[in-house]
């Protein structure tokens, strides 16, 4: 996913998008990146964070949603945190102090908006698919009409 294509989609403008989003050294135009390496994801926590991009796809929003809201403190864990929904998860509960910080209806808002997000991330071109696929439709409706007085017109003299 490209910053200036998420700015668009979205009505960032520029200002923010830079301010916000971008290091000193990236451009709106860039890809974005992980400036962590996979040898130190692993020392850190065993496993390599996923790529989020298609999360939403492969578990659903549902999923991710219960999964932001299930994080529990657990002594026995090596980060200091479990997960009721991804047991024995190496994920820290990044969110801690977001959820610390408001009410549990605020906090759901939080993860519902990251939700929408990464839904959004997971297939930019949602919408621009609905649309063309409502035209479609009324395409296939129009000629499965055509078609079938084709077909009369055809078989009209064999009995
Ligand atoms: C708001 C930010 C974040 C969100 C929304 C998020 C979300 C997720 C989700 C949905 C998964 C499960 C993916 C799957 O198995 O299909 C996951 C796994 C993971 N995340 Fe995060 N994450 C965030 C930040 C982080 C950060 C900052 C780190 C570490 C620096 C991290 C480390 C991991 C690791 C190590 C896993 C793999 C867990 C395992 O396989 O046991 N995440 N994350």
Redesign the pocket.
């Known amino acids: 996913m490209r910053y200036n294509r998420m700015a668009l989609d979205l009505g960032i403008s520029e200002e923010i998008l830079r301010e916000n989003f971008l290091q000193s050294t990236q451009k709106p135009g860039d890809l974005m990146t992980v400036n ?1 390496s996979e040898e130190d ?1 692993k020392r ?7 790529d ?1 991009s298609l ?1 939403a796809r ?2 659903g929003a549902d ?2 949603y219960t ?2 809201r299930s994080f529990y403190a657990d002594e026995k864990s090596v980060t200091g945190w479990n997960n009721e929904l ?1 047991a ?5 509960h ?2 801690y102090q977001q959820q610390d910080s408001m009410s549990d209806e605020q906090y759901e808002q939080v993860v519902r908006n ?1 939700v929408n997000f ?1 839904v959004y991330v997971a297939e930019p071109v949602k919408l621009i698919r609905y649309g063309i696929g409502i035209w479609v439709m009324i395409f296939v409706g129009i000629f499965t009409i055509l078609a079938y007085f084709l077909k009369k017109e055809y078989w009209k003299d064999i009995h």
């Open positions: 962590m994801a850190w926590f065993g496993t390599v964070p996923p989020l999360t492969s578990r999923w991710i999964f932001l991804f024995d998860v190496a994920m820290p990044v969110l990251l990464l």
